[in-house]
């Protein structure tokens, strides 16, 4: 790490590291509490994998926690505990950016929750360009003529590839089956 | 037998016979370079367009398709971490980072000579070995094969070198994940938790499409680069042609092994290029232990790729002698020559010989084609890495997404693709290597069926392993590796604390 970088960014990373495990380690008991319900030939196997990855998925949570309790390295600038106590009223250029890197990841999340909403509502071709148009003028800064040129090409053109040429049987949207059934 | 390869190379090479191998090799690399439909969807197109063609113009169509989308997938994986089929998956792991460093023509040039230099390989092996294939595929079984999935399983610890505790983590929830679905042996549903979509396990290609591909794309919005190269534009056309075509040259060992392997592999029906890719992949990780894989180590791209052509001409060992299809692919073609009144068996090879090397030689000609037009199209390629960020995401996602659906046209799959995008962001944000994760997951089934069967004959009092040669040669060769690599590790460890 360069001198003089903040000490904040590092015990973040360490919490997200932690809920990581954490969120793994629970996965990994509810699938050890599924196999007790199974047969004794059925649970063998994965009970051998399961067991050994729970152990150490506790030895990485307790290296993860025992690692905020680290000496925080010097950083030249005389870094401590005091600094990163200090980090988010000082607004450092390293606590802001760590703010865009969560504001673009929750961004982007919902992105795809829009594209997953779409593809289920209206189905595959349908949602394409409800999601590329928005995407294009939000992100990308295009105008909408841009925009809305960049995604008719694209669903054009993989609807002649794919609906047309390949015919690919794609999943009807839930709009079209509700239509079909009121029909 | 030599008069017969003869026979079969002028067959290929007369006019119009040589048109079959080389528009379909066209066609195939068009179809592999799109993600989500591959060389397999155009084989199951190509059925019915031939069904009044000259049987002879199918072969070579079919040993064509067969043979030419294998180098193109492996485009895509190297410049967007898509990988074109479920084989080239083991290529992104260097071959993308390789791109990102601006390496782009260097990892596609080395991917393409690996391919057709490995397809003569392995049209070598299975010529070498039509006249003894019946003792080849009979001599392997449950023993041996678990011994190639505990060997894949054995490099976890290796290519996971910085973080190892998080890659036997990984390794441990991919062979969870592996054993969703029913059991093997009882039929019991295990991990479905109800929901009949998990009955047929968790299919591997949304994994791989949402690991890899859609946690790239989550990468980039993330970390606001302009786009995939993290060079600028120079530099990003950077890296040689030359540079990739001589890596080959400077590693002849790790590029025979690798396509011997995949040869091998190949020729044991059910296995699967996914297999051969990555037990080649771990194989070069476990060769230099001190290398920079999963860094962008040209010989990561070598290794699979080798193997995965190496694998197409053994995969058709199985077919022609018995009739037995391996894979997809070898289903369709299969199903195209027995449509045509060509029936794969003992006969076709004792008395057809002739026929059976055309379709050899189509398989080669198209795996030189492809590879021919991959090398003077690298510098063209490398430019896709350039393509600005804001057009590349909503484009690849969308591909991702079609991806997903056209597998197997289930919303489940997009779902599924999803999640395993944010799970694989989320590994690659925190640093846990996902590799471990995808070997361990493609190695499930065969290490748990295997395991099951051997101990199964172990207990009925039917095995007798040090009368296996091949067994006893696979163990061997896994002892070898993986106390070599284990010594190698040792030494670096004790340089490093200074002792």
């Not at chain 1, 961004?107 to 997953?116: C, D, F």
């Not at chain 1, 939000?138 to 794919?162: D, N, P, T």
């Not at chain 2, 396990?201 to 946690?215: E, K, N, S």
Request: aromatic share 10%; net charge neutral; charged share 15%.
């Amino acid at each position: 790490m360069a001198p003089g970088t903040p000490v904040a960014p590092e015990v973040g990373n360490v919490k997200a590291r932690t809920l990581f495990t954490l969120v793994l380690l629970a996965f990994t008991g509810t699938l050890i509490v599924e196999c007790l319900t199974l047969s004794a030939p059925s649970r063998a196997a994965p009970l051998w994998v399961l067991v050994p990855t729970a152990v150490l998925l506790m030895a990485q949570l307790l290296a993860d926690i025992l690692s905020r309790f680290r000496r925080p390295r010097d950083h030249g600038g005389g870094a401590g505990p005091e600094r990163s106590f200090d980090a988010r009223s000082v607004g450092g250029p390293e606590w802001s950016r760590r703010d865009a890197v969560r504001w673009r990841g929750a961004r982007i999340t919902g992105w795809l929750l829009l594209l997953l909403g779409l593809v289920e509502a209206c189905g595959f071709f349908v949602a394409v360009p409800l999601f590329v148009v928005p995407y294009l003028r939000v992100e990308g800064g295009l105008r909408w003529g841009a925009s809305i040129l960049f995604a008719g090409a694209l669903v054009g053109a993989l609807f002649l590839v794919f609906g047309v040429w390949v015919d690919v049987p794609f999943p009807e949207g839930r709009f079209y089956r509700i239509a079909a059934a009121v029909r | 037998m030599l008069d017969a390869a003869l026979e079969g190379l002028g067959i290929v090479l007369s006019w119009p016979n040589v048109l079959y191998p080389v528009v379909g090799t066209l066609f195939a690399m068009v179809f592999a370079f799109l993600p989500g439909i591959s060389g397999v969807t155009l084989m199951a197109l190509a059925i019915p367009w031939t069904y009044a063609w000259d049987p002879m113009a199918t072969v070579l169509l079919f040993g064509a398709l067969v043979g030419g989308s294998t180098f193109m997938g492996s485009v895509t994986a190297i410049l967007f971490n898509i990988p074109g089929t479920s084989p080239n998956a083991a290529t992104m792991l260097d071959g993308h980072p390789m791109a990102r460093r601006g390496e782009a023509r260097t990892a596609i040039a080395c991917s393409a000579t690996a391919s057709a230099l490995g397809s003569t390989v392995g049209v070598v092996m299975l010529i070498a070995l039509l006249p003894v294939v019946r003792w080849v595929v009979l001599a392997v079984g449950p023993p041996e094969l678990l011994l190639l999935a505990i060997w894949g399983l054995s490099t976890v610890a290796l290519v996971s070198r910085r973080a190892v505790l998080e890659g036997l983590i990984a390794a441990g929830l991919g062979l969870a994940v592996g054993f969703v679905g029913l059991d093997p042996r009882t039929a019991e549903s295990r991990f479905t938790f109800g929901i009949e979509y998990l009955q047929d396990g968790v299919p591997i290609v949304p994994v791989f499409l949402g690991l890899f591909a859609l946690a790239e794309m989550i990468d980039l919005f993330v970390s606001g680069r302009k786009t995939v190269s993290e060079a600028d534009a120079r530099a990003a056309m950077g890296g040689s042609t030359v540079e990739g075509i001589l890596t080959v040259a400077r590693n002849p060992g790790l590029f025979l092994r690798s396509s011997v392997l995949g040869s091998l592999i190949g020729m044991i029906p059910g296995i699967g290029g996914t297999v051969a890719s990555f037990v080649a992949y771990g194989h070069a990780v476990q060769s230099d232990p001190q290398g920079r894989f999963g860094e962008g180590d040209v010989r990561g791209v070598l290794a699979p790729e080798a193997a995965n052509d190496a694998k197409d001409g053994g995969s058709l060992l199985p077919v022609l002698a018995f009739g037995i299809p391996g894979s997809e692919g070898t289903v369709l073609l299969l199903a195209a020559l027995t449509l045509h009144g060509i029936h794969p068996g003992p006969e076709l090879v004792s008395d057809q010989l002739p026929l059976v090397f055309a379709l050899i030689w189509s398989l080669f000609l198209s795996n030189w084609l492809t590879s021919a037009i991959g090398l003077f199209s690298s510098g063209q390629f490398a430019r896709f890495t350039l393509v600005p960020a804001h057009l590349l995401v909503p484009v690849i996602t969308v591909l991702v997404a079609l991806a997903a659906l056209a597998y197997r046209a289930t919303f489940g799959d997009l779902l599924l693709t999803v999640g395993f995008g944010v799970f694989g962001y989320a590994m690659k944000a925190l640093g846990w290597p996902r590799v471990s994760f995808v070997i361990a997951l493609v190695l499930a089934s065969l290490f748990e069926t295997n395991l099951q069967l051997t101990l199964g004959l172990h207990r009925a009092g039917r095995l007798d392993l040090l009368a296996r040669p091949v067994f006893l040669v696979l163990l061997g060769m896994l002892v070898v590796t993986v106390g070599w690599s284990t010594w190698h590790q040792g030494r670096r460890w004790h340089r490093r604390s200074g002792t």
